[in-house]
Structure formats: structure tokens, C-alpha cells
């Protein structure tokens, strides 16, 4: 689900709850809490960044499930 997520913030601009749906969260909520304990950022500030370099944003994520 959060290597989905991932793909999905990089690659679009859907909003965060559409992005939630898609990869498999029940909750925006619980996306964003996620996002915070494994990779150490939001959603919002993964998407800022992966917008400067999507090809590594994605790659640092690939072994998640």
C-alpha cells in the first residue's frame, strides 16, 4: 500500500484522500500516520519532494509493501 501511495503522489495530483483510496487505505488519517512512522515525513512533504525527484523517491520506497 505505501509503495502504491508512493507511485501515486509522485505520479499525480489527485487528492490525498483519492490517493488513500487507491492504494488501499481506509483512512486519509491513517495513510498520513503511516507515511510519518516509516518514512519520517507526511504525504504532502513526500509529494513535494518526489516532484524534484520522482525516480528516487520511488526507489527508496520499492521494498515496502
Known sequence: RLKRASELLVGTDIPMIDVAEKSGFK??????????????????????????????????VSGLQ
Do not use: N, W
Not at 507526511?42 to 520511488?58: V, W
Open 27 to 60: 483512512h486519509c488519517e491513517y495513510m498520513a500516520a503511516v507515511f510519518k512512522s516509516r518514512l519520517h515525513k507526511t504525504p504532502s512533504q513526500f509529494r513535494r519532494e518526489g516532484q524534484l525527484s520522482d525516480r528516487s523517491r520511488i526507489g527508496a
